[in-house]
């Protein structure tokens, strides 16, 4: 395969994986402003939950870190399936696995803005990135499919 024989719109696959490393970046400069803030020292990884129900920062630092954990736990499940999408559908492949790292953001700002002492209701706020993750599912089915009957 030549450069010149990977399609334009592979470029959207390349921008998306890309982003893929802000949205990483993003998580990781949230957890540590608000680490700072809530005076949780490394290397704890949350706050205790008794230290978390009187302190509001310790609580936004545990529902910071338990959005990035989700993030990277979701990635590992998104990315093949984005990928496997890409392959005969880069542009919609594109489309909503931009759908899903917005979704993520969003889920991420609701989360740590959730009022002290909840259940984190706030995340329900980008809870539409699940649009972007089973029309990955799908079309990365799809993509198997269109590839299986090719022959390949």
């Known amino acids: 395969m030549t450069l010149s024989s990977i399609p334009h719109e592979y470029s959207y696959v390349l921008a998306s994986l890309?982003?893929?490393?802000?949205?990483?970046?993003?998580?990781?400069i949230i957890v540590g402003s608000i680490r700072k803030k809530a005076k949780v020292p490394y290397p704890n990884a949350y706050a205790s939950a008794e230290d978390a129900s009187k302190d509001k920062e310790k609580f936004r630092f545990n529902c910071a870190q338990r959005a990035h954990a989700n993030y990277?736990?979701?990635?590992?499940?998104?990315?093949?399936?984005?990928?496997?999408?890409?392959?005969?559908?880069?542009?919609?492949?594109s489309s909503l696995f931009g759908i899903w790292?917005?979704?993520?953001v969003v889920y991420t700002h609701g989360y740590t803005g959730s009022q002290h002492n909840s259940t984190g209701n706030g995340r329900y706020k980008?809870?539409?990135?699940?649009?972007g993750q089973v029309g990955l599912a799908i079309t990365a089915g799809m993509s198997a499919w269109k590839l299986y009957n090719s022959g390949l």
């Open 72 to 93: 990277l736990e979701s990635l590992s499940v998104v990315l093949p399936a984005f990928l496997a999408s890409a392959i005969h559908y880069p542009t919609v492949a």
């Open 18 to 28: 890309f982003a893929t490393a802000l949205v990483s970046q993003y998580h990781g």
């Open 101 to 104: 790292l917005v979704g993520r």
């Open 126 to 131: 980008g809870m539409f990135y699940s649009i």
